[in-house]
């Protein structure tokens, strides 16, 4: 069943703008045939008096008819602008665009899936009766991205998964990052509907199966270890049409994943992923890799032992977490102002995924058996939470404690890395396995998260449409000739962060698709 907004009105616009050109020509053709009428009665009228046409009346009705076809080609081919040329107005509405500035007083117009034009509100416009909604005291904004969630989990969860798609449009995001899964053709095929207004849901751009090494832990991997299986993987990325390579970390070796990025790049293919602690940062970086997943890479780069540390991993006398410590213990500034001016210059983007992370280390504090998200969720997919969360809550004391102190340092880490410049990506790393992280509001706990840390709500509001620069995609900008995709909200989140949650309505693609109830 094919979606249309609740305020779409370009079928009805078309069909009265065709209704109106119809009766001007009928007009026209029929001023035209009365004149010829009347010319035949004079000529009638001249030859019973046996009298030659006058010159002057046949130059006369010529010069009739030669304007009555000028005004005929002219009505068929010049196109009719006496409508204003778009479907839905905003009025009176303030803006804050990708880069999280603000103005105010704003008429916005859209047109089919396009933002028409963008012009003050003391602007003399050719408006007529049409669709208006007044955005007085309201703030519109690009429609939201995350810009790290799973859909996964096998057949089973595809009705859950399918599900979320409805969930991230109510919540304002249009425009999510899939960071790998077991789920592609499916994916693609949500993603194809969605672009034919057949489904609702935000466009999805997928890395497709993740790369990794043999036996990879999450189902769906491509385990390669060799040049030519590398090539071969990547041939049936390019084959799939995915929009970027994410790379994992769970038995990936180190020549493996610098290999892959190095092909990968050779390609054109963008880059994204975790990083095997038997790599360096630098490394990594020289490679090309396009962006960082999760901040416990950026960590490791910030060490002024990170050689020494990353040689104990590889002789087996230091795991990832066991590492994690020593990271904390010798991170140095100069170390990272140098690690942060190579992500910069290099354009590398990091993802921080700062709200599953908080989740994660206080789950032994807070019970979260009574959200009300949880209880929409299908048993499968609740049960997939169950690996998490006994890791955390059958932990140490200490390891619980070490976990809480990483996370403050996290904190401390990306206020740093905006503080510094680095492109950041706002993503909640949502999805089936990440314990109550669920797919919707947690993009709102990420914003939340990065403010709480000391990042401006500005910087932490244009984090999300960094995607876009991040995946090379054209259109996210709220500007005319760009794509309508936007949330209107009823109140400033550069006052406060939260207030992305309080959302008036949804557009996607230039049609309403969400409205609060």
């Known amino acids: 069943m094919e979606i249309f907004g609740v305020h779409s009105i370009s079928l009805k616009r078309n069909v009265i703008d065709n209704l109106e050109r119809a009766t001007s020509l009928l007009?026209?053709?029929?001023?035209?045939?009365?004149?010829?009428?009347?010319?035949?009665?004079?000529?009638?009228?001249?030859?019973?008096?046996?009298?030659?046409?006058?010159?002057?009346?046949?130059?006369?009705?010529?010069?009739?008819?030669s304007t009555i076809a000028?005004?005929?080609?002219?009505?068929?081919?010049?196109?009719?602008d006496t409508k204003p040329a778009y479907d839905l107005k905003i009025s009176n509405v303030s803006i804050i665009d990708e880069n999280g500035a603000l103005s105010s007083n704003k008429n916005v117009y859209l047109s089919n899936d396009s933002i028409y034009k963008i012009e003050e509100i003391s602007t003399l416009s050719d408006d007529k009766d049409g669709n208006v909604i007044d955005g007085s005291g309201k703030f519109?904004?690009?429609?939201?991205?995350?810009?790290h969630t799973h859909f996964r989990g096998g057949e089973a969860l595809?009705?859950?998964?399918?599900?979320?798609?409805?969930?991230?449009?109510?919540y304002g995001i249009t425009t999510v990052r899939d960071a790998g899964g077991d789920l592609t053709t499916q994916v693609q095929q949500w993603n194809e509907e969605i672009k034919n207004k057949k489904r609702m849901g935000p466009t999805i751009y997928t890395s497709?199966?993740?790369?990794?090494?043999?036996?990879?832990?999450?189902?769906?991997?491509?385990?390669?270890?060799?040049?030519?299986?590398?090539?071969?993987?990547?041939?049936?990325?390019?084959?799939?049409?995915?929009?970027?390579?994410?790379?994992?970390?769970?038995?990936?070796?180190r020549d493996t994943y610098l290999s892959i990025i190095t092909q990968a790049e050779e390609r054109g293919m963008i880059t994204s992923g975790h990083m095997p602690f038997t790599v360096t940062l630098d490394k990594t970086i020289t490679a090309g890799i396009d962006n960082i997943e999760h901040l416990y890479y950026i960590l490791k780069g910030c060490s002024s032992r990170e050689?020494?540390?990353?040689q104990d991993?590889?002789?087996?006398?230091l795991g990832f977490w066991g590492s994690m410590e020593q990271l904390i213990a010798s991170y140095d500034e100069e170390t990272a102002q140098s690690t942060f001016e190579k992500l910069k210059s290099n354009n590398v983007h990091v993802t921080p995924t700062l709200y599953i992370g908080d989740v994660l280390s206080y789950m032994d504090e807070v019970n979260h058996s009574d959200d009300a998200y949880l209880k929409t969720l299908d048993a499968d997919f609740i049960a997939t939470y169950e690996g998490r969360n006994r890791g955390a809550l059958n932990a140490s004391p200490k390891a619980k404690q070490d976990r809480k102190e990483l996370q403050q340092f996290f904190l401390k880490l990306v206020a740093s890395l905006d503080?510094?410049?680095?492109?950041?990506?706002?993503?909640s790393d949502s999805g089936a396995y990440n314990s109550y992280t669920y797919p919707g509001p947690s993009l709102h706990g990420e914003l939340e998260e990065m403010v709480r840390a000391g990042i401006s709500p500005a910087n932490a509001i244009a984090t999300m449409y960094q995607g876009a620069n991040f995946l090379h995609k054209k259109g996210y900008h709220l500007a005319a000739g760009n794509k309508a995709d936007l949330v209107l909200l009823n109140s400033n989140p550069l006052l406060d962060i939260s207030a992305t949650q309080d959302i008036h309505l949804v557009i996607k693609d230039g049609t309403i698709v969400h409205t609060e109830k």
């Open 27 to 65: 007009l026209i053709v029929g001023y035209f045939v009365i004149l010829r009428l009347s010319f035949e009665e004079l000529r009638f009228r001249e030859s019973v008096t046996l009298k030659p046409p006058k010159t002057d009346t046949i130059k006369h009705m010529k010069y009739i008819y």
């Open 70 to 80: 000028i005004l005929l080609l002219l009505v068929s081919c010049e196109p009719k």
């Open 140 to 147: 519109l904004l690009l429609g939201f991205w995350d810009n």
């Open 158 to 170: 595809i009705p859950q998964n399918e599900k979320f798609l409805e969930q991230f449009i109510k």
């Open 208 to 253: 497709g199966p993740k790369l990794d090494g043999k036996n990879a832990r999450w189902a769906g991997s491509i385990g390669v270890n060799t040049d030519d299986e590398i090539s071969k993987a990547l041939d049936s990325l390019q084959q799939l049409g995915v929009d970027y390579v994410k790379l994992y970390d769970s038995t990936i070796a």
């Open 307 to 310: 050689k020494e540390i990353t």
């Open 313 to 317: 991993i590889k002789d087996g006398k």
């Open 419 to 427: 503080k510094a410049g680095v492109n950041l990506l706002s993503g």
